[in-house]
């Protein structure tokens, strides 16, 4: 069982739509969860963080965790097409790893 | 405030030369990250280092790789005798601080090339 597990999509969203991204993770310990945006050939960037349980919202973007499912997501809401890109879910296992998933590629179409 | 720098941005080396690739973390900031990625894959984590210490290397292959981020100057990720599996893009991120909220901030990558 992988540590970060994502679906690799694509996921195809019209513009204007819900884009709903999901990752889970098998470390019960873990404590820390981001989710990143990596256009292609470029380098992730942070979005998102979230610690407790619930939703966190930023602008478009909604981080949801919970942790009793091992289960962490992220809501892009109004996607547009500026937003297709690998969406990378990162945990912190406590300690000093941050463990990524293998992304999910999100397109939205015009 | 600058962000993460990486150089060489891009690295071609023959088989069996070595790459050295450097890392200047944002102003501030003294924990370094050191991840590899493959086409089409995700982010594999290889060393973790503070200031002249690595805390946890158990992400790099135990022969040809090393690490280090002395007192002056940028972090060098340090590949010897390089093979054609070394070829990938190397990222470098930087945090404030470890802990549960040690935020990464990536820098633009090395991608090394091995002819």
């Known amino acids: 069982q992988k540590e970060v597990e994502q679906n690799s999509g694509p996921l195809s969203v019209p513009e204007g739509a819900i884009a709903s991204l999901n990752c889970t993770y098998s470390?019960?310990?873990?404590?820390?969860f981001f989710w990143y945006r990596q256009y292609s050939g470029k380098s992730p960037e942070l979005i998102m963080f979230?610690?407790?349980?619930g939703d966190k919202e930023d602008g478009r973007f909604t981080a949801q965790l919970n942790k009793a499912s091992q289960y962490v997501s992220l809501l892009i809401r109004d996607s547009q097409p500026s937003d297709s890109a690998t969406y990378l879910c990162?945990?912190?296992?406590?300690?000093?790893?941050?463990?990524f998933g293998a992304g999910t590629r999100l397109f939205v179409k015009a | 405030n600058a962000g993460v720098m990486q150089n060489p941005r891009h690295l071609v080396r023959r088989r069996g030369q070595e790459a050295r690739l450097r890392c200047s973390p944002m102003k501030g900031h003294s924990h370094v990250y050191w991840y590899r990625q493959l086409p089409e894959e995700g982010l594999k984590f290889m060393v973790y280092l503070q200031k002249e210490n690595i805390i946890d290397e158990s992400g790099m292959p135990k022969e040809r790789f090393s690490a280090e981020f002395p007192k002056e100057g940028p972090s060098i990720l340090r590949i010897q005798q390089v093979v054609r599996g070394d070829s990938a893009a190397y990222f470098c991120?930087?945090?404030?601080?470890?802990?549960?909220?040690?935020?990464?901030?990536f820098g633009p990558g090395t991608r090394l090339t091995v002819l």
């Open positions: 990162a945990v912190g296992a406590g300690g000093f790893k941050t463990i």
């Open positions: 979230i610690y407790s349980n």
């Open positions: 991120a930087s945090s404030p601080r470890s802990g549960i909220d040690n935020e990464q901030f």
């Open positions: 470390d019960r310990g873990s404590q820390s």
